[in-house]
């Protein structure tokens, strides 16, 4: 399994993503992903994972599952253009991708202050400073996560 998910982590640092879709980086990261700031459109495409909440997350890691985790929101640009790869890759491999949808159609957040303190420990590496210093999960985040670790991820797209 592990061999699986290495693979499709590297597909997607490899194939990258491109998009004719105009899109507006968030100033305080270096790599395209998504905060509040995107101006995307709903993804016209209909790839479905299976959409779990933040709360059957966080249990991911505290009940010590395995498995492979993505964080988004419908309307990020980045988003848009990694779910496609991702969903390709998960077919090819058969394996299932675990969707943690951050933010309703409005891009407000899903998950409570008190889930943010609980996931950050976990997800602290695949987060970033805002622009107001404020340690931000910012979309997409595609982790693998073995016995509730995680073992490899990334975290946004590619040119």
């Known amino acids: 399994m592990k061999k699986y998910i290495t693979i499709l982590l590297l597909a997607l640092l490899t194939i990258g993503c491109t998009s004719t879709q105009e899109k507006t980086e968030p100033s305080s990261n270096t790599i395209p992903a998504c905060d509040i700031e995107c101006d995307g459109e709903d993804s016209d495409n209909?790839?479905?994972?299976?959409e779990i909440t933040m709360d059957q997350a966080i249990r991911f890691f505290e009940n010590k599952q395995t498995g492979v985790l993505y964080?988004?929101?419908?309307?990020?640009?980045?988003?848009?253009?990694?779910?496609?790869?991702?969903?390709?890759?998960?077919?090819?491999y058969d394996?299932?991708?675990?969707?943690?949808k951050t933010r309703d159609d409005d891009k407000n957040l899903l998950y409570t202050d008190e889930q943010k303190e609980i996931f950050t420990p976990y997800?602290?590496?695949y987060m970033s400073n805002n622009d107001d210093g404020i340690l931000t999960l910012f979309v997409p985040v595609v982790i693998y996560v073995k016995d509730g670790t995680i073992v490899d991820g990334h975290v946004g797209t590619f040119d």
Not at 46 to 50: G, S, T, V
Not at 71 to 92: H, M, N, R, V
């Open 123 to 125: 997800l602290k590496d």
């Open 71 to 92: 964080f988004g929101f419908e309307k990020c640009p980045w988003c848009q253009e990694a779910k496609p790869i991702l969903y390709d890759i998960s077919k090819t």
């Open 46 to 50: 209909d790839i479905d994972f299976k």
């Open 95 to 100: 394996v299932e991708v675990n969707y943690i």
